[in-house]
């Protein structure tokens, strides 16, 4: 039985101890939960901030759902950054719904939300439970800014993108948890919005974004589709939404791009066990260790979203730093409501949704992570 409020499951990895550096940072008591309290103590002595001031506890636990159920239990809010979610978010879904937590997660990937959506939706709605999957730097900014554009009258069309730099290259930085999540995307289906209906990207899409904020157009992709036109499909104001992912450095776009039409060529066709070997070395290769804590001076981000409607015509854009160190501010945001019973929205909800984009940027704002602007067209 967990001894604090807010659990946050999958401690030992980079984004689980960053949201408990933003606790921490808070004054907000959690139990730390993962497969090994080995583990855990070891990379919190290594990597979390201000450990010594913390009111905490470690729980070692398997991943499944009757032990996890007992772990939850006595929690109000557990926080999960086990992934790829597609592979083992539904498990912590359903324990958190058994032990009466709200269930906050990082991720965007269409497949697990969809099917979260689908089979937990009502459930939790009729238990007063928030299943709030995606509260993360990559898809709660981009949600902002599209928030930020519905805001001008007649607006109803969205396209937006989330765009970030890291250390000399745009793909270092990622962590190993965010590459197997990436690679996993391969294996699934990538839907946009378009009248009201989801619609499956082409295989190969890709866009070439021309944005004032860069010299040169970002080659991006639809990223496994991004949690947007999940969350919009529900949305009455909006009939259609587009959104891609881009990193500043092009060439490591085009490799990501390139591995997805390998994929296409030489893996879809394998059996699952012959896949998930196929992922594991993609993710040895590419992302063996964890990287180190983000520099405010080097990891920038760029989110926008542009609004049309019949006349309408606007852009938002949501400018940041340190997207892992911002995911974790925002899932802290998210606890802070729910412990003051606060919540806009219970069932399946996004973040925005539940505590409002403003709420939200407020937050961000305030720790100097994030600064919002908007523009008519």
Known sequence: MAKYPVVVYGASGYTGMLIMDWLIDQDIPFTAVGRSAKRIKEMMAERVVRLESARYDIVEVNHEVDELVKVFQGSKVVCNTVGPFVNFGMTTIEACLKAGCHYLDTTGEQGFMLQARDEYDELYRQAGLLLSPSLSYMYTYS?????????????????????????????????????????????????????????????????????????????????????????????????????????????????????????????????????????????????????????????????????????????ATVRGITPYIATGAVQTAAVIKLLENDTNAVGFASGCKAFGHRYLLGFLEQRGLARATVEEL
């Open 143 to 315: 949600e902002i800014a599209a928030e930020l554009a519905l805001e001008t009258p007649g607006v109803d069309v969205l396209e937006t993108a989330a765009l970030a730099r890291g250390p000399r290259t745009g793909a270092a930085g990622v962590t190993v948890g965010s590459t197997a999540s990436i690679f996993e995307l391969f294996r699934s289906k990538q839907f946009y919005l378009w009248e009201n209906e989801l619609m499956e990207h082409p295989v190969g899409t890709s866009f070439n974004i021309a944005s004032p904020d860069f010299f040169e157009p970002v080659f991006a992709l639809p990223w496994g589709g991004t949690a947007l036109p999940i969350y919009m499909q529900r949305d009455s104001r909006v009939r259609s939404c587009t959104s891609a992912v881009g990193f500043y450095d092009n060439k490591v776009m085009r490799l990501v791009h390139g591995i997805g039409e390998k994929w296409e060529a030489e893996y879809k066709h394998l059996n699952e066990q012959e896949q998930d070997a196929v992922i594991k070395q993609l993710v040895d290769s590419t992302t063996p260790t964890m990287p180190p804590r983000e520099r405010t001076t080097l990891q920038r981000t760029v989110d926008f979203a542009i609004g049309r409607g019949q006349l309408a015509a606007v852009r």
